[in-house]
T-cell receptor, first 110, second 113 residues
Framework: GQQLNQSPQSMFIQEGEDVSMNCTSSSIFNTWLWYKQDPGEGPVLLIALYKAGELTSNGRLTAQFGITRKDSFLNISASIPSDVGIYFCAGLRAGNMLTFGGGTRLMVKP | EPEVTQTPSHQVTQMGQEVILRCVPISNHLYFYWYRQILGQKVEFLVSFYNNEISEKSEIFDDQFSVERPDGSNFTLKIRSTKLEDSAMYFC???????????FGNGTRLTVT
C-alpha cells in the first residue's frame, strides 16, 4: 500500500524556535495536506498544496509541495505554546483515499 | 464556519454488540469518508462514499462494517458485531469536490469491552 514516512516522530523545542518536519513517499501524490490534531479532537486542516513546487503560507506556517511530488515539508516559525500537538501530513492520489503519515508530536517548552 | 459534526463523542459497547456512529457532513459537500485512529497510531482510511454508494474501501472495512446516508444530512457507520480491536477514534470527513481538502469532525471514541 501507499506509505508516507513522516519525520521526526517527535520534537521538544524551546518557545520561539523554528520547527521543520517533512514527509516522503515512494509514490507520487497529486495533493499534499497538512493537519494538526489536538488531544481528543479531529485533525484540523492547516495547509493544502495542489501543484508540484507550490509554496504556501498560513500565518507562521509554511509548507511546500516537492518538485518530485513525492515529498512535502512544513515549517513553523517562532513557535508558541499553543503549537503543541500532533502534525500529520496526508497525500492524495487519483481516487478518494487520503493516506496519512505517522505524525510528528510537537512539544514546546516555555 | 461550517463544520462536520459527529455523535456521540464517546460510545462504550460490549463485544458482539452493534453500534452506529453518526455524522453530519458540511451541507454542500458531496464526498464523505470514515477514518479511524487506534490510540497512538496514525489515521487510517476506512471508506469513501459518493452519489449514494461506496466508491472506495480499505481492507479494514470488512463485512462487519457498513455505511449509509439515510437522509440528506446524516452519514452513518455501522459496526455489526464489535470486537475488542474495533476500539478506536472514528472520524467522519467530507469535502466539496473530488480534489478539495477533507474536513474532519471531532471523532467518536469507541470503546469495546
Amino acid at each position: 500500500g501507499q506509505q508516507l514516512n513522516q519525520s521526526p516522530q517527535s520534537m521538544f523545542i524551546q518557545e520561539g524556535e523554528d520547527v521543520s518536519m517533512n514527509c516522503t513517499s515512494s509514490s507520487i501524490f497529486n495533493t499534499w495536506l497538512w493537519y494538526k490534531q489536538d488531544p481528543g479532537e479531529g485533525p484540523v486542516l492547516l495547509i493544502a498544496l495542489y501543484k508540484a513546487g507550490e509554496l504556501t503560507s498560513n500565518g507562521r506556517l509554511t509548507a511546500q509541495f516537492g518538485i518530485t511530488r513525492k515529498d512535502s515539508f512544513l515549517n513553523i516559525s517562532a513557535s508558541i505554546p499553543s503549537d503543541v500537538g500532533i502534525y500529520f501530513c496526508a497525500g492524495l492520489r487519483a481516487g478518494n483515499m487520503l493516506t496519512f503519515g505517522g505524525g510528528t508530536r510537537l512539544m514546546v517548552k516555555p | 464556519e461550517p463544520e462536520v459534526t459527529q455523535t456521540p463523542s464517546h460510545q462504550v459497547t460490549q463485544m458482539g454488540q452493534e453500534v452506529i456512529l453518526r455524522c453530519v457532513p458540511i451541507s454542500n459537500h458531496l464526498y464523505f469518508y470514515w477514518y479511524r485512529q487506534i490510540l497512538g497510531q496514525k489515521v487510517e482510511f476506512l471508506v469513501s462514499f459518493y452519489n449514494n454508494e461506496i466508491s472506495e474501501k480499505s481492507e479494514i472495512f470488512d463485512d462487519q462494517f457498513s455505511v449509509e446516508r439515510p437522509d440528506g444530512s446524516n452519514f452513518t457507520l455501522k459496526i455489526r458485531s464489535t470486537k475488542l480491536e474495533d476500539s478506536a477514534m472514528y472520524f467522519c470527513a467530507s469535502r466539496v469536490t473530488y480534489n478539495s481538502p477533507l474536513h474532519f469532525g471531532n471523532g467518536t471514541r469507541l470503546t469495546v469491552t
